[in-house]
Structures are given as structure tokens and as C-alpha cells.
């Protein structure tokens, strides 16, 4: 039997979940992720007026957030893969009767628009799912304007020694059981703590950052290095 790449099984696992997805995250987050998610909102400082990209969006949470902060003046743009996860954020759109949000089907790897388009680039949740982090985050630095932020949030490596293992265990053995039992989801589950055991710690994924030609690096840790921003500032390029 042919081997699945990476790509088609992350594809798969939220093809899959797109359901639950909402639920499951407050549930294996300890409802955590929301205050990461607004802590990162406000260190963003997003104008009105202001174009932003969210990729890997998923069911949209992240980008309403970017629609509400940029107003009627601005756009809020969320991309993502899966049809089942977007459609999910679509219902919340028409729900909230938002105008100034839009989501669109695309793949990270090659973001499908001109460079210099947006004020931010935001991908959550998403960078450990791609095939190659660097060349998603290239991207994400080529579609911001010069100025513009590049910022990811991520699951990351707790550097604390006396947590370390306790998350390990976590990852490993609880949260596929949560996917099991509240989701009926174990396979789909386990696949979180393969890609957030393989990912980058912040040290390595600001040096990924810088790699991809950004500046000015902010890294921010979450409950004891769980997760981690990474914000980065695209440089002007001088006259010559
Ligand atoms: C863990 S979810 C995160 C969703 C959302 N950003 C959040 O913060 O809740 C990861 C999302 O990345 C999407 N994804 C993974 N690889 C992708 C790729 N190469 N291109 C576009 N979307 C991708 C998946 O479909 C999924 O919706």
C-alpha cells in the first residue's frame, strides 16, 4: 500500500474533525487557548483599517477575532485546506454577519497571492501541521508589506524541568484518550502529539524566523512553554 504523506494525513485528520474541533480544543486546552489567543491579539495591535491573513485558519476563530480588530475599514482573510473546517467558519461569518472577513480554500505551501498584500500574517496552530515550516513562513514574509508581522502561534517545548514530562505524558497518552472519548477521534487525536513532539522549541523556530527574513523577533511563552508567539516585522528595503 502507498504511504500517506504528510500533507494528505493532516488533510485527512481535519477533514475528519471538523466537527468536534471547537469543542475538543477547550477541552485538551483546559480552555487555555483562549487566553493565549487574546494575550497574542493584544501584542499584535491590529488597526482599523488594517489587511490581515490567517492562515491554516481552521473553523475561523482567530480571523474573526482580526475582523473585529480591523473593522468595516479593513479585510480579515482566513485560509485553510480543509473544506469541512471552513465551512464551519463560514456558518460563523453569516452568523455574526460580518462583510469585512472571507475565507478561502488554499494550501500554505504556496499562498495564492501577490507579495506585499498585508499588514499581518497570522497562522495558529497550523505551522507544525505543514510539510516544511520554513518555506510556510517565507511565504507568510512575502505576502506582508514591508513593516508588516508575521506571527505564529504554536504548541511548543516546555524548558522547565519538573513540567517536561508531565506534558509529554500529557500529550501522549491523555489527550488521543479525550480524542477518543469526547470525540470518538483516538487516531486523529494521536496524530497532535506526533507533529507537537517533532516541532521546533522557540529558540529554534525564532531562528527559523529569522531564516525566513524576518526582524525584530518577539517571543512570548504560555503556561510554562505549552505554547509559544512568535512575532516577526518584515524589513523596508533602502532605496538604492
Ligand atoms: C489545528 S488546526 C488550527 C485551526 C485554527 N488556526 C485555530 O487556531 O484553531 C490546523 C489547521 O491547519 C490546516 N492546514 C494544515 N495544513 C495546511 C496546509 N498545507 N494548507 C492550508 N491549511 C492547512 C488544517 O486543515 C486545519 O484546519
Redesign the pocket.
Given at each position: 500500500m502507498q504511504q500517506q504523506t504528510k500533507?494528505e494525513r493532516?488533510?485527512h485528520v481535519?477533514?475528519n474533525i471538523y466537527n468536534r474541533?471547537d469543542k475538543m480544543?477547550s477541552i485538551i486546552s483546559f480552555q487555555q487557548?483562549r487566553l493565549w489567543?487574546k494575550d497574542v491579539m493584544k501584542r499584535m495591535d491590529v488597526s482599523s483599517g488594517d489587511h490581515t491573513l490567517?492562515?491554516?485558519?481552521?473553523?475561523?476563530?482567530?480571523t474573526i477575532a482580526q475582523a473585529e480588530a480591523v473593522g468595516t475599514d479593513g479585510k480579515a482573510v482566513g485560509?485553510?485546506?480543509?473544506i469541512n473546517?471552513l465551512s464551519v467558519a463560514v456558518k460563523k461569518k453569516m452568523a455574526m454577519q460580518l462583510k469585512q472577513v472571507e475565507f478561502e480554500h488554499?494550501?500554505?505551501?504556496h499562498l495564492p497571492y501577490e507579495n506585499d498584500q498585508f499588514d499581518y500574517a497570522t497562522?495558529?496552530?497550523?505551522l507544525r501541521?505543514?510539510?516544511d515550516y520554513l518555506q510556510?513562513l517565507k511565504e507568510m514574509q512575502r505576502v506582508v508589506k514591508p513593516g508588516g508581522k508575521v506571527v505564529c502561534?504554536e504548541t511548543s517545548q516546555p524548558t522547565n524541568q519538573f513540567f517536561k514530562p508531565i506534558y509529554y505524558f500529557y500529550f501522549k497518552n491523555i489527550m488521543p484518550f479525550f480524542g477518543r472519548i469526547f470525540a470518538r477521534s483516538y487516531k486523529e487525536y494521536s496524530w497532535l502529539h506526533e507533529s507537537a513532539k517533532d516541532f521546533p522549541g522557540k529558540e529554534q523556530l525564532a531562528c527559523l524566523f529569522k531564516e525566513a527574513g524576518l526582524t525584530n523577533i518577539q517571543v512570548k511563552s504560555y503556561s510554562g512553554g505549552a505554547a509559544a508567539m512568535h512575532m516577526g516585522e518584515k524589513q523596508y528595503v533602502e532605496d538604492e
Open positions: 500533507e493532516v488533510h481535519f477533514e474541533y480544543n487557548h489567543r490567517d492562515i491554516c485558519c481552521g473553523t475561523g476563530d482567530w485560509l485553510d485546506f480543509s473546517m488554499g494550501n500554505a505551501m497562522i495558529g496552530f497550523g501541521n505543514v510539510p510556510v502561534l
